[in-house]
Each structure stands twice: as C-alpha cells, then as structure tokens.
C-alpha cells in the first residue's frame, strides 16, 4: 500500500504520516519524486487504520500495491534506481558492459583477460572463483585464490570486480574482494544466500533462475531488498524451454516487461542464454535494443583451451567488435555506451 502525499507537502506533513506507519509496526519507504512524496508501506498492512488517514489532510490517496513484491516494483519507486561502482554507473543512460572468463583459471589468464576487456572499452570484470558446476568432476574454481586475482586485475585495469558467491558463509568473503557479488542462476531461490547477500549492503547482481518466472525473480529481488541493500541488479540469462539448439532460450521479452514492472538496473548474459559464441553479439545487440542497462559477456583470451564454458566465451577481438557494435545500438535507441576507461575504437 502507498500513500501519496498532496503536491507541495511539507516535510513535516510527510514526517507525520511517516510516524503514523510506523506506529502501526510498517516499514515507511519515501519516494520522494520532483512534485510528489510517495511514502511506501511495508509490512503487515492488516494493521493499517484507513480511516485515520482521513485526518491528514496533506494526503492525496492511498493506493493499493497490486503485486506481491513491493521494494522492487516500479508502482513503489517511479524512477530509475542506479549506483556508481568506482564511477561506472549501473542503471544510467549509459549501457555498461561487464566482461571476462567463466572461470578464473590461473593469475596470467585472468590478468591477459582483464587487460583485453579494458583495451576493448568494457567497464567491468567478471570471473567465477566458486563456480556451480552441473558435474562434481568438472573443475570447481580457485576458491581464495581466484579471488586474490582478481583483486590483482582490478589493481592492474581499475576495473571492477563481479564474482559469485555460492553460499550463506562465502558471502563476507566475497564481498571483501569483489564489488559485486553475483547470486547464479542455480542459487536465485536459495533464501539464506539472498539474505546475507542483503544483510552484507554490498552490490549484487541477481540472475534469473533457469524456470524462474519473472515474478520469482523480483521475489527473490524483494528479499535483497528487505534488508535494506538496494543496491541490485537483475540478470536475464536463459530460460529452459523445449529448444535444444541453444543451450538456453533468450527470453528477450524479459528485459522490456523487467523495465516496466521494477527500477532496478537490468542486465543480459547472451553467453549462457545461447551457449555458443557464434549469436553471443547478435543477442546482446537484441537486448541493447530492447533496453537493456547492461551486458554480462563471457570473454577467454583462447576459448579452445578454457576450462568452462569455452564454447560460448568471446576471444578479445570478437569482443572488442562486439564493444562497439552495442555503441551503435544503445546510440539508435537512445541512450550511450557508458563512459570507460579507454576511448572505444571504431568499429
Ligand atoms: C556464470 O555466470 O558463469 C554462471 C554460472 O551463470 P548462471 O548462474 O547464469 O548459470
Ligand atoms: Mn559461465
């Protein structure tokens, strides 16, 4: 439930509405827009008196939020939520491309890797030390030491850090190297994690579950968010369907609906949505064009010899070519490529 307050409130008018939820044991969240204050409920609105609200004469209406994620939903906060991550920043105008190996397979790999990802204009560095691996035979990551790389690279490049955290107790540890921890596909519903993801305060990059609805999505969003951590991003990567000539299926319309339906900065991986190199551009054009904050790219300086995900993993000059063709898209539907570190070269 929102209430929202008349054009021109006062503060203090909007302090005492915000005092009266919170008598009733809510959580108030104020949005507070360029004409408007919109002070969020959140909470057992049972509790909620309506006729009270009667006697504050600086409320205009109380709306019912029609969907069970609140925190997340654009009906709650009407604009755009973005953060800067050393200056990058996430949910602007400009679209940001994060990028890097699957894994991070040995110091020299992800070093050559974040070099090439910055040379090409990318804005971020991607590289699992934990990795969910489908086979318990298959390589698992570096662990610590992967971490400790990649905290190499970011000194090396300037670029910021995204790894993934597997656990509830990974979390802290993740968190002291990485700038944003990403929450996989396999781990979208895992309650634990998504709390103490939230508990940390630390960004997170949330991917959709393999059969997650949209809707699950932005729940488990919710639970981030609850605990006041709003600083999130969601990730389209692929949804399971009958189609066996992608690894996965690109739900493209997830990024428009995603837009429309929460604030938060939304992001495609069009590596693990198609599973092969070959119509990882042409994806990530499509999402650019359909709106797209951002792009998640799996990038190897030899794919052939990657130990995961090799088949689908960009080599540098493909990715460099990929780089600006996305500038082209993001300038024809509006927006930019986000500021970084190089100048980006033609295409
Ligand atoms: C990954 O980003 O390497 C990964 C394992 O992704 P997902 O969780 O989307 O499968
Ligand atoms: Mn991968």
Known sequence: MMVVMKAGSSQEE?????????????????????????????????????????????????????????????????NNSSFALDGVIMGGKGVVVIAGPCSV??????????????????????????????????????????????????????????????????????????????????????????????????????????????????????????????RVMLCERGIRTFETATRNTTDINAVPVLKNMTHLPVILDPSHSTGNWKYVSAIARAGVAAGADGLIVEVHPRPEEALSDGGQSLNPQRFAEMVCQIRAIAEAVDRTLATSKVEVPAC
């Open 14 to 78: 909007v302090q005492q509405v915000v005092s009266l939820v919170k008598s009733w044991g809510l959580e108030a969240h104020l949005s507070s827009g360029e004409e408007r204050t919109v002070i969020g409920m959140v909470g057992d609105t049972r509790k909620v008196q309506k006729e009270v609200f009667f006697h504050f004469p600086a409320i205009e209406r109380i709306v019912p939020i029609s969907h069970p994620y609140k925190l997340a939903s654009r009906e709650f906060i009407p």
């Open 105 to 230: 397979e040995s110091r020299s790999q992800i070093l050559e890797t974040a070099h090439a990802v910055r040379e090409a204009g990318g804005h971020a560095l991607r590289g699992g030390a934990f990795k969910p691996r489908t086979s318990p035979y298959a390589f698992q990551g570096l662990g610590e030491e992967g971490l400790e790389y990649l905290a190499e690279a970011r000194e090396a490049t300037g670029l910021p850090i995204i790894t993934e955290a597997m656990s509830p107790e990974q979390v802290p540890l993740v968190a002291r190297f990485a700038d944003v921890i990403q929450i996989g596909a396999r781990n979208m519903q895992n309650y634990a994690l998504l709390h103490a993801a939230g508990e940390s305060q630390h960004p997170v990059l949330l991917k959709r579950g393999m059969s997650a609805t949209i809707e699950e999505l932005l729940m488990a969003a919710e639970y981030i968010l609850s605990h006041g951590n709003r």
